[in-house]
């Protein structure tokens, strides 16, 4: 069973940096992708940022400039750099796996930012 463990969230000031990581229980180059999700009450699951196997990103239009994906293969660790936090960066942050058409995801890690 694939499991993915968030950390990294918190309480935060507008214009803070966070930086979310996310340990996989398997080998990363098992899945297509890596990715973050957030998800905001009341609403459905949005795609931020993924990177491919292959290396290449993509970013949600309030992501780019601002959030960065990286991971560290030797630790099967993905990271989320975010920076010049607003209160509309406030979500439940989830990381997530892809396989072909399946998604593995953490349980989340919450994100708050006040103005």
């Known amino acids: 069973q694939v499991q993915l463990v968030e950390s990294g969230g918190g309480l935060v000031h507008a214009g803070d940096s966070l930086r979310l990581s996310c340990v996989v229980s398997?080998?990363?180059?098992?899945?297509?992708?890596m990715g973050w999700y957030r998800q905001d009450p009341g609403k459905q699951r949005e795609l931020d940022s993924t990177?491919?196997?292959?290396?290449?990103?993509n970013y949600a239009d309030s992501a780019k400039s601002r959030f960065t994906i990286s991971r560290d293969n030797a630790e099967n660790t993905v990271y989320l750099q975010m920076n010049s936090l607003t209160p509309d960066d406030t979500a439940i942050y989830y990381c997530?796996?892809?396989?072909?058409?399946?998604?593995?995801w953490g349980k989340g890690t919450p994100v708050t930012v006040s103005s």
């Open positions: 398997e080998n990363m180059f098992n899945f297509n992708s």
């Open positions: 997530t796996a892809r396989l072909l058409s399946r998604n593995y």
């Open positions: 990177m491919s196997i292959g290396g290449s990103l």
